[in-house]
């Protein structure tokens, strides 16, 4: 639903975008990373056709956002950053607004109005004015609004931005229903925390480029520089260690505490045999865990990685 190639977008000579390939396909929520200018919104702007790229082919749905934007526009739903909402205007009054705009009909706007704002918990909030609402609360109403014209593919610029983590589980059950819909999901973030738990897959882009893209757990097993297993050994910390000194799969080990700490390369039966030997020794083993490489550390080791 989502395709680009070679993507390139310019400014005065200065490329925010650089030769950007990404394929989304119906379904999915994928998650665009970075921190500020890594080129996420200019990315975003040129799906949503309010950029022209400088080069590359974009579709969306199937169609040109350059030469075919109408088409576009009928199947898109893009909600920016700091979206505002209208002080003035009841919660109802806006949607209702916007529903005309999208050239929902008359005789459908009440039904389409309540659906959306059904959708994202806010009915109870219709006769609200804007300047009422908390933040958590416009980002919901402004999520309520791209939905109204039944969009195919959606594009989310920061939309959990400052809100706080009722919101955020919020969006998450939110995406995940629009995707289990069938509808392609994009949204940006500058922290990977806030859409590790909502996304199928994302993409992190640094200086214009995408450094590396995929499913959360095929990037952390790619990415995982070394299998440390955490193995807790009561009073008997430091001969523990030099005891698995040497033994299959070992590479090496080290002790903090009464934790032995084992930086590991083989299977789970080597794993296994591992335990065994420890038990097997007569000291006390309270836990013996591998520990999990997370999304933080995703980012701290692509933090670290020379930009070519």
């Known amino acids: 639903m989502i395709q680009t190639n070679d993507l390139r977008v310019d400014y005065d000579g200065f490329t925010a975008v650089h030769d950007l390939s990404l394929e989304i396909p119906a379904g999915q929520v994928f998650g665009l990373i970075g921190p500020n200018g890594a080129g996420k919104t200019s990315t975003i702007r040129v799906l949503a056709t309010l950029q022209q790229p400088t080069y590359g082919d974009v579709r969306v749905g199937g169609f040109d956002v350059a030469d075919q934007a109408d088409q576009v526009h009928q199947i898109l ?40 704002l059904d959708m994202v918990s806010m009915n109870e909030k219709r006769g609200v004015k804007g300047k009422a609402l908390s933040r958590g ?44 819909e069938g509808r392609s999901v994009l949204v940006s973030s500058h922290i990977l925390t806030e859409l590790a738990d909502m996304c199928d897959a994302i993409g992190v882009m640094r200086e214009g480029r995408m450094i590396v893209h995929g499913k959360i757990d095929d990037i952390v097993q790619k990415m995982q520089p070394k299998r440390i297993v955490e193995i807790d050994c009561p009073g008997h910390a430091a001969s523990a260690a030099a005891q698995l000194h040497g033994r299959p799969g070992v590479v090496a080990t080290s002790h903090e505490g009464d934790t032995v700490l084992v930086e590991f390369s083989g299977d789970r039966n080597e794993l296994s045999r591992l335990l065994t030997f420890l038990v097997g020794g007569g000291g006390a083993v309270t836990r013996f865990v591998e520990k999990r490489f997370g999304v933080e550390d995703i980012m701290l080791e692509l933090d670290g990685m020379e930009m070519t």
Not at 81 to 109: C, N, T
Not at 162 to 171: K, L, M, N, T, Y
Request: charged content about 30%; proline content about 7%.
């Open 77 to 116: 739903g893009y909600m920016p950053d700091l979206a505002p909402v209208y002080d003035d205007l009841k919660v109802w009054e806006m949607l209702d607004m916007f529903a005309s705009a999208h050239g929902v009909p008359r005789s459908e706007r009440r039904r389409r109005v309540n659906e959306c």
């Open 137 to 180: 609360m416009m980002q919901r109403v402004v999520l309520a609004k791209t939905l109204l014209h039944q969009p195919k593919v959606l594009l989310l610029d920061e939309p959990a931005s400052g809100v706080d983590p009722v919101a955020r589980i919020e969006f998450r059950r939110i995406l995940r229903r629009l995707a289990d």
